[in-house]
């Protein structure tokens, strides 16, 4: 269990929780600073690697590379993978998760402040606004390894780490299980909350619009996107969102009306909600479930398909089909 403060907290099966990562000196934390996610070495048995992406005491982003033993994690076996300034305390992305290839996505805003001033979302030359993806695996001197099938690697002054573009603050997104579709919960503006659904074909380099579009509005007319995927869902301001949590799509057994939906939240609303998501199709059967989580930050699942929500006052909500 994560904690914006800047540990994580092992969670037994009697309830019992002990500290498993303490890096609370080395970050700044409040607002949408902090400790903000942790994702496992797909080889864990093995390796018993872990990557967490926080902002330093500076504010900037820092993926580091840990090491577990046993049951807690030495910070002194830190190894940082990538480091990036942050020009503003908010839109600091924050999500590391290994994809369905076992390589790690992460997410970074657009920079902060707001309407994209740097004119960032769209820029090939800076990480900030994107998906990125990247092997672990250090690369000679380098400390990780730009994976040659990605769109932007070897282009000229582009990114190579670059995996998809056009994000203002991509705050969490997920895979599919089943068809590894990346769907992102890309938080807006004033006015349009968006979640895009988009296969792995269009992924690797897919252009989602920021800052030309705000969800499927044209935002700064300096700024174009003339290949820009359209949102699969928008949710207003007007109707009570504020700032979208991308959620996951449910495969779990025990959930057959919820099989193939997409789960998400909005932090202000609290509402959970869910539509059959499929790439390149406007969603036509969003609904509200019911339950309310207040303050939705994030969703998540385990190895059997269990579904949780988890609300920033500290609670963490399994969804049961009772």
Same mark, same amino acid.
């Given at each position: 269990?994560?904690?914006?403060?800047?540990?994580?907290?092992?969670?037994?099966?009697?309830?019992?929780?002990?500290?498993?990562?303490?890096?609370?000196?080395?970050?700044?934390?409040?607002?949408?600073?902090?400790?903000?996610?942790?994702?496992?070495?797909?080889?864990?048995?093995?390796?018993?690697?872990?990557?967490?992406? &926080?902002?330093?005491?500076?504010?900037?982003?820092?993926?580091?590379?840990?090491?577990?033993?046993?049951?807690?994690?030495?910070?002194?076996?830190?190894?940082?993978?990538?480091?990036?300034?942050?020009? &503003?305390?908010?839109?600091?992305?924050?999500?590391?998760?290994?994809?369905?290839?076992?390589?790690?996505?992460?997410?970074?805003?657009?920079?902060?402040?707001?309407?994209?001033?740097?004119?960032?979302?769209?820029?090939?030359?800076?990480?900030?606004?994107?998906?990125?993806?990247?092997?672990?695996?250090?690369?000679?001197?380098?400390?990780?390894?730009?994976?040659?099938?990605?769109?932007?690697?070897?282009?000229?002054?582009?990114?190579?780490?670059?995996?998809?573009?056009?994000?203002?603050?991509?705050?969490?997104?997920?895979?599919?299980?089943?068809?590894?579709?990346?769907?992102?919960?890309?938080?807006?503006?004033?006015?349009?909350?968006?979640?895009?659904?988009?296969?792995?074909?269009?992924?690797?380099?897919?252009?989602?619009?920021?800052?030309?579009?705000?969800?499927?509005?044209?935002?700064?007319?300096?700024?174009?996107?003339?290949?820009?995927?359209?949102?699969?869902?928008?949710?207003?301001?007007?109707?009570?969102?504020?700032?979208?949590?991308?959620?996951?799509?449910?495969?779990?057994?025990?959930?057959?009306?919820?099989?193939?939906?997409?789960?998400?939240?909005?932090?202000?609303?609290?509402?959970?909600?869910?539509?059959?998501?499929?790439?390149?199709?406007?969603?036509?059967?969003?609904?509200?479930?019911?339950?309310?989580?207040?303050?939705?930050?994030?969703?998540?699942?385990?190895?059997?398909?269990?579904?949780?929500?988890?609300?920033?006052?500290?609670?963490?909500?399994?969804?049961?089909?009772?």
């Amino acid at each position: 269990m994560v904690e914006q403060g800047g540990t994580i907290e092992r969670v037994s099966p009697d309830g019992e929780t002990s500290t498993f990562l303490d890096i609370s000196d080395e970050i700044s934390s409040g607002g949408e600073r902090g400790l903000l996610s942790v994702a496992f070495s797909p080889d864990w048995k093995r390796d018993h690697k872990l990557y967490v992406d &926080y902002t330093d005491p500076e504010g900037n982003t820092r993926v580091v590379e840990y090491q577990a033993d046993g049951d807690t994690v030495d910070p002194g076996s830190a190894r940082e993978l990538l480091r990036v300034d942050q020009p &503003y305390p908010n839109h600091n992305g924050g999500l590391v998760l290994f994809g369905p290839d076992d390589l790690l996505y992460i997410g970074l805003g657009d920079g902060g402040s707001a309407g994209d001033p740097d004119r960032n979302g769209l820029d090939e030359t800076t990480l900030l606004g994107k998906i990125l993806r990247i092997d672990p695996e250090p690369d000679g001197d380098f400390p990780y390894t730009v994976p040659k099938s990605n769109p932007f690697a070897g282009e000229g002054d582009a990114r190579g780490e670059i995996y998809s573009l056009g994000l203002r603050n991509p705050w969490r997104f997920s895979f599919d299980p089943e068809t590894d579709d990346l769907l992102i919960g890309d938080v807006g503006q004033d006015e349009q909350e968006e979640v895009d659904v988009v296969t792995p074909a269009q992924a690797r380099g897919g252009n989602f619009g920021w800052s030309a579009y705000e969800g499927d509005a044209r935002f700064n007319e300096d700024q174009e996107a003339p290949d820009a995927i359209a949102p699969a869902l928008v949710a207003t301001h007007e109707d009570g969102n504020c700032s979208i949590t991308g959620g996951v799509v449910v495969r779990d057994p025990d959930l057959p009306t919820l099989a193939g939906r997409y789960l998400w939240g909005d932090f202000c609303r609290g509402e959970l909600r869910s539509f059959t998501p499929k790439p390149g199709t406007t969603a036509s059967d969003d609904v509200a479930l019911g339950p309310k989580v207040e303050g939705v930050a994030s969703f998540g699942t385990d190895n059997a398909g269990n579904v949780y929500a988890v609300s920033i006052n500290g609670p963490v909500y399994r969804l049961d089909p009772k």
